[in-house]
């Protein structure tokens, strides 16, 4: 049977999910009812590159409202601690054991819910978690999981291998991941409408349609969720003309 790279990706997110389930259940710090585990970023939104692209996992506590982040934060430290060697990156949790698998291809997101009002008894399940400089970060992965997937559904593929160009032109520009992080430029690509993909060359006639897009039009584009905005001052966020001189070097390649 053939093995696909989507089938792999959810064999590789289940061995995970399990993996960090079970390390934490070695602790009595935290009650297993309490948290959801769920996969984000390149990984299962099949914008990934290679084979050894790490796997991104959120840790996302359910019952925030009595329960500051910090303090999860600090309780998973201590819970994951009893089984490796973890410290807090920029953003995720790392497990630093070089003989661990584990530890070579996970990051953990660790988050508590965020609820975004919607209605009268209805809301947006988001993730809040704060960065290594303290800035709070608000951002809702499974709604761009959702929002990419059936755009790439509508251009019968065309808008992730978009995105997978672009990753792959960033490099050869020798571009810094932080300059322009890979979920931005798929935020930016899923800004372009369906009907761009269905040209016969739909990455270049992507990045020509966002290069001519009016600049007002352009400052106000939302990200892949549909509720953030992808440009402002947040750490989470981007600048409109920084945005505009990576299209302008990616269209170049």
Not at 49 to 61: H, K, R
Not at 130 to 159: C, L, M, S, W, Y
Not at 189 to 195: A, C, F, R, S
Request: net charge neutral; with cysteine; aromatic share 10%.
């Amino acid at each position: 049977m053939t093995v696909t790279p989507v089938s792999r990706t959810a064999s590789l997110l289940s061995w995970a999910e399990d993996e960090l389930r079970e390390a934490l259940g070695r602790s009595s710090l935290l009650d297993p009812r309490s948290y959801e585990i769920f996969g984000q970023g390149s990984r299962v939104n099949n914008t990934f590159l290679d084979q050894g692209s790490d796997i991104d996992l959120v840790l996302m506590l359910k019952t925030p409202f009595a329960y500051a982040w910090e303090q999860f934060r600090d309780d998973v430290l201590v819970a994951l601690s009893e089984s490796f060697v973890v410290r807090m990156g920029r953003r995720c949790l790392n497990v630093d054991d070089p003989d661990s698998l584990f530890g070579e291809m996970v990051d953990i997101l660790v988050a508590t819910e965020f609820r975004l009002p919607t209605g009268p008894e209805t809301y947006e399940q988001g993730v809040f978690f704060r960065d290594r400089e303290g800035r709070p970060i608000v951002n809702f992965p499974k709604q761009h999981r959702r929002n990419g997937d059936a755009k790439d559904r509508r251009t019968g593929g065309r808008f992730k291998a978009a995105v997978r160009t672009a990753k792959r032109a960033r490099i050869s520009a020798g571009i810094p991941s932080l300059e322009a992080p890979s979920y931005l430029l798929e935020c930016l690509l899923y800004d372009v409408p369906d009907e761009v993909y269905r040209q016969p060359e739909p990455y270049r006639a992507a990045l020509n349609w966002l290069r001519r897009c009016d600049p007002a039009t352009f400052a106000q584009l939302p990200c892949q969720n549909g509720i953030n905005r992808l440009f402002g001052p947040g750490p989470d966020q981007w600048e409109p003309g920084q945005a505009v001189r990576i299209i302008d070097v990616l269209r170049q390649i």
